[in-house]
């Protein structure tokens, strides 16, 4: 059975961190690349960053780039998102997406098989 269980949003001051994280299984884990989304109210999901299923990749919406990180560890199977200095902007319900062997085109949505049910990031200004 596939899972992606996502955690980590919350509410948080603009300029503050969160870490969200998603759990997956070894099976998803070791074969997928792992991708981050994200969908605010009235507009349609984005990318936001993602990497390789061999970890040796990663890519970054230009929304983002420098603010935040994408990162798997292995012997937890999660990938995480570190996001730093947040703004109001980046509101939004985050969403994990797993693709499988996938190494390009990975800002596109039909890259990746599978979803998580998302996590609730609000910035407040």
């Known amino acids: 059975q596939v899972y992606l269980v996502e955690t980590g949003g919350g509410l948080v001051q603009a300029g503050g961190s969160l870490r969200l994280s998603c759990a997956t299984s070894?099976?998803?884990?070791?074969?997928?690349?792992m991708g981050w989304f994200r969908q605010a109210p009235g507009k349609e999901r984005e990318f936001v960053a993602a990497?390789?299923?061999?970890?040796?990749?990663?890519y970054y919406a230009d929304s983002v780039k420098g603010r935040v990180t994408i990162s798997r560890d292995n012997d937890k199977t999660t990938v995480y998102l570190q996001m730093n200095r947040l703004k109001p902007e980046d509101t939004a319900v985050y969403y994990c997406?797993?693709?499988?062997?996938?190494?390009?085109?990975?800002?596109?949505?039909?890259?990746?098989?599978?979803w998580g049910q998302g996590t609730q990031v609000t910035v407040s200004s």
């Open positions: 997406a797993a693709g499988y062997q996938g190494s390009f085109y990975l800002e596109r949505l039909n890259a990746y098989d599978y």
């Open positions: 990497i390789s299923w061999n970890g040796g990749l990663t």
């Open positions: 070894a099976q998803i884990f070791n074969s997928y690349a």
